[in-house]
């Protein structure tokens, strides 16, 4: 099934004026999770109608935008298009003010789910990849007496976070020096869907933790989303280079060397969050085959069954 774009959404997206055809982009030809090399075409548009192509890994059932923008370009995209995109898309004004309420709740709950692995755990320092405005970072660094630091591309959100406190760095963790820096809690919330790279930033994530360090990650869960809708495009947003299900997050986390001890199915029933230490990595770690068909298979019929 694929839905239609409303005409008003149409409209407002279009008023951005927003080239996504003409962004320079780069062709993955292998899967980012596994190192497979026969890849599945799934959609050939996005939710917003841009002509965006998402691909699926044949051997694990990784999906990923292919092509997609290169660095440069998702650069420029934080920089003004992503927050005005998704504002056009709902319909009313999303930015690094209104985001902050709906983060505070966010934070609270997230906060609560680790609380009985933080809490007395004896950590101090927290580094938060993709922290935006720092509302998480500060619930967390509050609640729990952690040292905290922001890191993230966006330079409006980067100066909010620092207004609260924290340590800020604007940049991408797979560039910045740390030196001998290391954490006891890592939180990557609502970020791991926009890397470029996520087996290199769950390897650098692992080298940062201290050997008491805790990992808090979260993911919208790819199957989640398309059955919430019952469409396969309405899932695929060009701001989303990947689509993790259960099955390849565990696979990611197993092969960076994290072990999950407790898992949350959000309220939102969209977001699944781990919280993981460290454990030997899996260099193998894979989903099932059954898995990886069932996957395809699920895919196929909510394409082509009857509504
Ligand atoms: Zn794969």
Known sequence: MQTTIT????????????????????????????GGSSLVVLTYRDRYGYAAQADACRTCG?????????????????????????????????????????????????????????????????????GSTGVVARHFAATFGLAG???????????????????????????????????DLVLICQTVDHLLDVTGTLRRVRELLTPRGLLLIDIVDFRAAYLRNWSVEDAIK?????????????????????????????????????????ADPDPSARPAASAVDALFREIRFVQNAPR
């Open 149 to 183: 630091t922001v890191i993230d591309p966006a330079p409006l959100e980067v100066a909010h976070a620092r207004r609260y406190g924290l340590e800020t760095i604007t940049g991408l963790v797979e560039e910045h020096d740390f030196g001998s820096q290391r954490f």
């Open 62 to 130: 990784l999906a990923f935008l292919n092509p997609r923008m290169t660095a440069e370009a998702y650069g420029h995209f934080y920089q003004g298009i992503y927050r005005p995109l998704v504002s056009a898309f709902h319909g009313r004004l999303i930015d690094a003010e209104t985001i902050q309420a709906e983060q505070q709740e966010y934070a609270i709950d997230r906060a609560s789910f680790a609380r009985p692995f933080v809490e007395r755990a004896g950590l101090e320092t927290m580094l938060d990849i993709g």
């Open 238 to 278: 060009i701001d989303h280079p990947y689509y993790l299900t259960e099955e390849t997050m565990s696979a990611y986390l197993r092969r960076a060397g994290f072990a999950v001890v407790r898992t949350a199915y959000a309220a939102d029933h969209l977001h699944v969050t781990y919280l993981c230490r460290n």
């Open 7 to 34: 005409a008003d959404r149409r409209q407002r997206i279009d008023a951005l004026g927003y080239d996504y055809a003409a962004q320079p982009r780069e062709f993955l030809t292998t899967c980012n999770l596994c």
